[in-house]
């Protein structure tokens, strides 16, 4: 279990030897963030949701210095180190190693007013800004090799097994927030996009574009400050869920800013990271695996339907919602050219 001090001693700015003049406290379903000053410190909870398990102190150890390993690829800046926490006579301590009872990763404070998602809604984000954007991740998945270990995640069976499992988690959400008609041509195209096009995806492996890649690359995830792109918060705690083809990244913001209407910003996106990449078959695959992404976002969002402690008034907004993620998946199967 978590420790039972790690929320009252890491809300005390004296905890910390900058002694900041406050400290912010933000809870995901598996995290602890603390904000404090410029910097953020991290601790994972001790939680086990099936795809991810941070029960055991080792586990937690182990995930949080993956964490910053995977993280520091596409922000080095912004992730700094992993720091231990003791408890020593009752108390905890931060760099402290004396009796380890946590880890904290420390990180440095990113702009929450540049987050892409902030500046969209602004409406400040251009076409030149995506370029940049995706001119940056192809020198990032550039240096990122496609080893013996990531191209296996390339087959079209393990693509088969994410795929056909998102249809088979939200099969009962049809006649909800999907139709039953939308759900059964949006299946039937993948397994015959799948079916169709093997030598493509063994194209794919040949071509190096299998990676240990971010995993969840949308909108949330992109910080632009100046002439500074930052990247975050890579999937670090299941490898099924990162590991896979480059395209799958760059489909998700690309269907990220089709849900928002800003399908010309996707498009320069796209455009400059193929350019840059030399990827010259990211296109053959490129809806294949939109279709994908909008169909992962939908089967998260319809899992808020299924929690009876959310409010009324939430749970329309997740339906709402996830009815707009299957309804972007159905118009890329009926829109391709």
């Given at each position: ?98 009796h380890i009872v946590e880890y904290a990763l420390e990180m440095k404070r990113i702009s929450e007013d540049h987050m892409l998602y902030k500046l ?10 995506m370029r940049k954007v995706g001119r940056h991740l192809a020198r990032v998945y550039a240096s990122i090799p496609s080893d013996e270990k990531a ?187």
């Open positions: 279990m978590t420790h039972p001090l790690i929320i009252e001693s890491m809300s005390r700015p004296a905890f910390y030897p900058h002694d900041p003049d406050s400290v912010d406290l933000i809870q995901t379903h598996i995290s602890f963030i603390f904000i404090v000053g410029d910097l953020v410190y991290k601790v994972k909870k001790a939680v086990d949701f099936g795809f991810l398990d941070f029960t055991s102190l080792e586990k937690r150890r182990f995930y949080v210095n993956e964490e910053l390993r995977l993280n520091r690829r596409f922000s080095p800046d912004v992730y700094l180190r992993v720091l231990p926490i003791s408890e020593v006579n009752g108390t905890l301590r931060l760099g402290d190693s004396s969209l809604d602004r409406g400040t984000v251009t076409e030149n800004d191209r296996a995640f390339g087959t079209l069976d393990i693509i088969a097994k994410n795929v056909i499992e998102n249809f088979d988690q939200t099969r009962k959400y049809i006649g909800g927030p999907v139709a039953a008609t939308v759900f059964a041509i949006l299946e039937t195209w993948s397994t015959a996009f799948m079916a169709d096009h093997r030598a493509l995806f063994d194209n794919r492996i040949a071509e190096g574009r299998i990676k240990d890649c971010h995993g969840d690359l949308h909108l949330q995830h992109i910080c632009m400050k100046d002439d500074t792109i930052s990247v975050f918060d890579c999937i670090e705690f299941n490898e099924r869920f990162r590991f896979g083809d480059v395209a799958s990244d760059v489909a998700f913001l690309s269907m990220d800013f089709d849900y928002n209407g800003k399908g010309n910003l996707g498009n320069a996106f796209v455009d400059a990271y193929g350019e840059a990449s030399g990827d010259n078959t990211l296109s053959r695959v490129l809806t294949f695996y939109k279709v994908y992404r909008a169909l992962v976002r939908a089967k998260v969002t319809s899992f808020m339907l299924d929690d009876t402690a959310i409010d009324e008034s939430t749970r329309t907004d997740a339906f709402r919602k996830a009815q707009k993620y299957y309804d972007l998946a159905y118009s890329y199967v009926t829109h391709e050219n």
